[in-house]
């Protein structure tokens, strides 16, 4: 026999549950992160290692460098609390092995990154102050444009 789809109730009920679960995680992530002193910037995100590339035993560089602790040493591995990290780049940027430390983060703008080595970080950085650098000369370009077209309007009307 099919089964039975699920009401329009139950689909609501399935939403109401997803929305306090989120919210519940972010709660929780916000309570940690407040014993750090870490303000978390990022509006998402999230941070992969890669245990088979690793040296984990001889380097650890990226654990004494985590500003909130999130990174471990268990099991002859580095291991990572999701809730405490908050992309900031530091482990990728002591990290010795390219790409062992992947991350993906989402600003408030929408604009994501993808990085996994110190390369990528300089790229990322320079495309942003270049869209900075941009923003500003165009911004320049409206009001001198205005100024001179007010200033024409006075010498025409005189
Ligand atoms: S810094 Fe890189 S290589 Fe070193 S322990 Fe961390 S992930 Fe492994
Ligand atoms: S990105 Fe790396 S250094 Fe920064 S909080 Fe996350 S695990 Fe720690």
Known sequence: MPAKPPSIFELMNEEEEAVSEEEEKKARRQELLALTG?????????????????????CRLCINVCPTNALYWSGG??????????????????C???????????????KTEKFGKVYDIVKNTERLNAKKRFDRVKANAVIQRRLYREKRNVRLSM
């Open 96 to 110: 010795m092995v390219d790409n062992c430390i992947k991350i993906e983060r989402a600003r408030d703008s929408g």
């Open 77 to 94: 591995e580095v291991g990572i609390i999701d809730d405490l990290c908050v992309y900031c780049g530091a482990c990728v940027t002591n």
């Open 38 to 58: 870490v303000k978390d910037i990022f509006k998402d995100g999230k941070t992969t290692i890669n245990k088979f590339t690793c040296v984990g035993a001889q």
